[in-house]
């Protein structure tokens, strides 16, 4: 039997390596991320904004960090990605999340990175967002899907 007070249950859970600089590489996670949200049924709005999610936080630690890890967890009412850097770490986090602030390398910006709407775009297309910087440790940006009420 499951209370009511115990956490959500955990559907699936999946953990991504992301390498710094690899721009072989970006965008692989957000794929797979997608391909396992399409396996479960999730519904098209879900796969869809957590793919935004998931491959602008990827490009972020590929563009401008030492690398790390992403999580997916999918649990009965939420989609979680969790994505964990080791640094160098964002000093100003609400200046990196207005809209248009960038510090994308001219190598970045002549591929088409650096618009500077990342940030804002994980948070719209998210129901929860945080952010967790140390300089000199790394970033930690959670954020989350609901996938609604479930009706009893
Ligand atoms: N994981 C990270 N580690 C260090 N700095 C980051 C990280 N993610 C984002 N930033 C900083 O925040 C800025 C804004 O990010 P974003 O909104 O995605 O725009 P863009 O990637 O186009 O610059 C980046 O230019 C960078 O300075
Ligand atoms: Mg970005």
Do not use: H
Not at 28 to 36: A, G, I, L, Q
Not at 41 to 54: L, N, T
């Amino acid at each position: 039997m499951t209370s009511p007070q115990a956490p959500p249950a955990l559907r699936l859970r999946r953990i991504y390596e992301v390498a710094p600089r690899d721009l072989d590489r970006a965008g692989t996670v957000s794929t797979e991320v997608r391909r396992e949200l399409l396996a479960l049924g999730m519904s098209p709005d879900v796969v869809r904004r957590a793919s935004v999610v998931c491959f602008e936080g990827e490009m972020n630690m590929v563009l401008y960090s030492e690398g790390g890890r992403i999580i997916l967890l999918v649990k009965e009412d939420r989609v979680e990605l969790l994505f964990s850097d080791r640094g160098p770490g964002i000093a100003d986090v609400d200046l990196a999340s207005q809209p248009g602030y960038s510090t994308a390398p001219d190598w970045a910006r002549e591929l088409g990175f650096g618009a500077g709407l990342g940030i804002t775009n994980m948070e719209q297309n998210s129901d929860l967002f945080k952010i967790r910087s140390r300089v000199g440790k790394g970033t930690v940006v959670r954020a989350t899907i609901l996938l609604g009420v479930p009706f009893f």
